[in-house]
């Protein structure tokens, strides 16, 4: 069983920026895909990002192409999503998923297993 703890969630005014964090507890964690999905309230959870076990291909949602950037530090089994440029749409809570296959890059909930509790990203206007 893998563990995921996301943090670095906030209150941030639109413009601003934020790094989220997703610790794994398992080293078994770099060997495989990582994804960044968020939920809106009455929203379905949607895809952010994505990046495989290696960090050499990363994925990205249409909304967040040019502010987003999805990196991974296997030493410290994180996975990091900077945020820059934010906008009260993309006010969620934010996710992070191991993705199911080992050699893939995961866009879709369902190509991810062992979620975190998620962390609050809040855009004011």
């Known amino acids: 069983q893998v563990q995921l703890v996301e943090s670095g969630g906030g209150l941030v005014q639109a413009g601003g920026s934020l790094r989220l964090s997703c610790a794994a507890s398992?080293?078994?964690?770099?060997?495989?895909?990582m994804a960044w999905f968020r939920q809106a309230p009455g929203k379905e959870r949607e895809f952010v990002a994505g990046?495989?076990?290696?960090?050499?291909?990363?994925k990205y949602a249409d909304p967040v192409k040019g502010r987003f950037t999805i990196s991974r530090d296997n030493a410290k089994n994180t996975v990091y999503l900077q945020m820059n440029s934010l906008k009260p749409e993309d006010t969620a809570v934010y996710y992070c998923?191991?993705?199911?296959?080992?050699?893939?890059?995961?866009?879709?909930?369902?190509?991810?297993?062992?979620w975190g509790q998620g962390t609050q990203v809040t855009v004011s206007s």
């Open positions: 998923g191991v993705g199911v296959v080992r050699y893939g890059l995961p866009s879709r909930r369902e190509e991810c297993n062992y």
């Open positions: 398992r080293r078994t964690f770099s060997s495989y895909p």
């Open positions: 990046i495989t076990w290696n960090g050499d291909s990363t």
